[in-house]
């Protein structure tokens, strides 16, 4: 069974700049999360998809956005890049069912120059 | 809001020792509580998963136990050994929202 699956692994972007990140979850998994790592705040979480729809957002600017497809596919966009946007960007796919376990991929590191 | 704090922020030990990582959280309306392992640079690797309404889980040398009342969950790593290095991260799930702490930085010395 497939797990998690990010892409790309690696980018570097310029300031101001947009990027799009590819999460591809477990195979019946519809449940898709984005967590921001970094080492002075950790993981935080930037939103959640479940069938196509947003179901909770963090406290994230508007800049960071999200969509997921009708495969479960996630793509997540940060536009007008900045310094502080350099992290490893984490997805991480759940089932729906009990014990709604998490399983996460290995990351996508930004680095914005 | 739930909080999640990790204690001790690093720990080292010699191979061999037997050692407890800390977790604890604010609110106790929680679905399940997730112990994972993060080596540098890494994605996370689920190690245990325990429900609200259970008191313990195991795999292997891990065993992890959750007192929901009193806000607390222990990571026990038994008969330590270097590739146990790496850091470890509690987790709490809140109505489709993971809630973490900051991690334990775990390092055993041959």
């Known amino acids: 069974k497939a797990g998690v699956t990010q892409t790309p692994r690696y980018l570097i972007k310029t300031r101001g700049q947009q990027v799009t990140l590819s999460c591809s979850p477990i195979?019946?998994?519809?449940?898709v999360s984005w967590y921001q790592q970094t080492p002075g705040q950790g993981l935080q979480f930037l939103f959640e998809?479940?069938?196509?729809?947003?179901?909770n957002k963090g406290n994230f600017p508007g800049r960071f956005s999200g969509r997921q497809f009708s495969n479960s596919r996630s793509e997540m966009n940060v536009s007008t890049l900045e310094l502080g946007d350099s992290a490893l960007y984490l997805c991480?796919?759940?089932?729906?069912?009990?014990?709604?376990?998490?399983?996460f991929g290995q990351g996508t590191r930004l680095t914005v120059v | 809001k739930q909080e999640v704090t990790q204690i001790p922020a690093a720990l080292s030990v010699p191979e061999g020792e037997n050692l407890v990582l800390n977790c604890s959280f604010t609110?106790?309306?929680?679905?399940?509580l997730q112990w994972f392992r993060q080596d540098p640079g890494k994605g996370l690797t689920s190690l245990l998963l325990?429900?609200?309404?259970?008191r313990e889980q195991t795999s292997g040398r891990l065993n992890a136990s959750l007192d929901k009342s009193s806000g607390r969950s222990t990571l026990y790593i038994a008969a330590s050994q270097p590739g146990d290095s790496a850091t470890y991260l509690c987790?709490?799930?809140?109505?489709?929202?993971?809630?973490f702490g900051a991690g334990t930085r775990l390092t055993v010395k041959p």
């Open positions: 991480a796919s759940r089932t729906d069912k009990s014990p709604l376990e998490a399983f």
């Open positions: 195979s019946g998994h519809r449940s």
């Open positions: 998809y479940f069938s196509e729809t947003q179901r």
């Open positions: 609110d106790s309306a929680i679905y399940n």
């Open positions: 325990i429900q609200s309404s259970q």
């Open positions: 987790a709490v799930l809140v109505v489709n929202d993971m809630r």
